[in-house]
């Protein structure tokens, strides 16, 4: 149901809190609950010298709602980890002397921006939280109940009638986060995606010669040109990833809001194409548009090649790829500037196109309803 491992290097400038140790979690299942209305009061004014003084119980208060909001600096769902239950605090009850019972306490669930609600099936999208700010009432507090004096009337002078407070609603929801990146890194395991994301921003992601170095997906602000964009890089995929074999299958889900795909390519194996071959196939069984995106194939590790075996894979890869592949080496920089200015104007194109295409959403959302 959980997910967690240890991530000792985390982006300081995604809002990273600069521990030693913390936890990365992209799912969680949550059960919230919404208040209780209070009960009116039925009740009579009694007081020394003042006859038939009437009816006078006040209305119980109204439930607190249940609400999630997006908020920045949170780049994980860590905090639901160790707490599953959320309870909003119901309303008050109705007093004598015409006081009404104060609204219960809203709840407020903050998490990442990215974050998806689902219900308890895990499939029915409910909310996507895709900007800081962002809110969703989930659920809305049971009303309070009226008391006597609501019921007062010309021909009811001395009711006695009063209602108990609704209930409120509860129900058990699913937290994805879907981490928004405008550029991500994909590719085979040992294809050098994280010394690229070393060397092009602040993450320090774990650099070693096996693979599956990667174990979960890491970010990085990346600045060229004066302009900036994120980067997200994930763990290598390898062929069946789209059924669940590695670890590929669990964060596919992270690059599916990136605007441009960096497919890196490693070099130094001697069927280069196969292994494009291998990325692209996998990003097709996966669906939800991953094959469709915006494309850019680098051959990397060509600092480990003679200049002849780096341009025979290259002319190996454009056959597959369709154009001429970018060569670059995460390790000693070369063609690096290039590919992220390639980066930079397909995200820069992306961007574009998504603003023109932009419609006005409030910021609130109205209160979801099953």
Not at 84 to 89: P, R
Not at 182 to 206: E, I, Y
Not at 263 to 274: E, I, K, M, S
Request: charged share 25%; aromatic share 6%; glycine share 12%.
């Amino acid at each position: 149901m959980f997910f967690a491992v240890e991530d000792r290097n985390p982006d300081a400038s995604l809002g990273a809190h600069g521990c030693d140790t913390m936890k990365f979690l992209d799912q969680a299942k949550i059960h919230v609950k919404s208040g209780n209305g209070g009960a009116g009061c039925m009740s009579f004014r009694r007081e020394r010298n003042i006859p038939r003084g009437g009816p006078d119980g006040g209305d119980g208060g109204r439930g607190g709602d249940v609400i999630v909001q997006a908020v920045e600096g949170l780049n994980t769902l860590i905090d639901y980890r160790y707490r599953q239950h959320f309870k909003a605090s119901s309303g008050d009850h109705g007093k004598g002397r015409q006081r009404n019972g104060a609204a219960g306490e809203t709840t407020v669930l903050d998490v990442p921006v990215g974050t998806q609600i689902l219900a308890e099936d895990n499939e029915t999208l409910i909310a996507d939280l895709t900007r800081a700010g962002q809110r969703i009432v989930l659920l809305k507090g049971g009303d309070g109940g009226f008391g006597n004096l609501h019921y007062k009337s010309s021909t009811v002078r001395a009711p006695r009638r009063f209602d108990p407070g609704r209930p409120g609603a509860e129900m058990w929801i699913w937290l994805r986060l879907k981490l928004l990146a405008d550029a991500g890194l994909v590719g085979l395991p040992n294809a050098g995606k994280s010394t690229f994301l070393a060397a092009v921003s602040r993450a320090r992601p774990k650099i070693a010669d096996y693979p599956f170095t990667t174990l979960h997906p890491q970010l990085g602000v990346v600045h060229v040109d004066e302009k900036e964009f994120v980067l997200a890089d994930i763990p290598g995929l390898i062929e069946g990833a789209h059924e669940g074999h590695g670890l590929g299958d669990r964060f596919l889900g992270h690059i599916e809001r990136c605007g441009v795909l960096l497919h890196l390519v490693d070099g130094t194996q001697p069927d280069v194409a196969d292994a494009y071959r291998t990325i692209r196939g996998e990003l097709e069984a996966y669906g939800v548009g991953l094959a469709d995106k915006a494309e850019i194939v680098a051959l990397n590790k060509c600092d480990a090649l003679t200049d002849d075996v780096a341009a025979d894979r290259a002319a190996m890869l454009a056959d597959a790829v369709g154009a001429a592949p970018l060569k670059l080496s995460g390790v000693t920089g070369d063609g690096v500037q290039n590919a992220l200015r390639r980066l930079l104007a397909a995200i820069q194109e992306k961007r574009d196109a998504d603003k023109a295409a932009e419609t006005p959403e409030p910021a609130v959302q109205e209160t979801w309803t099953p």
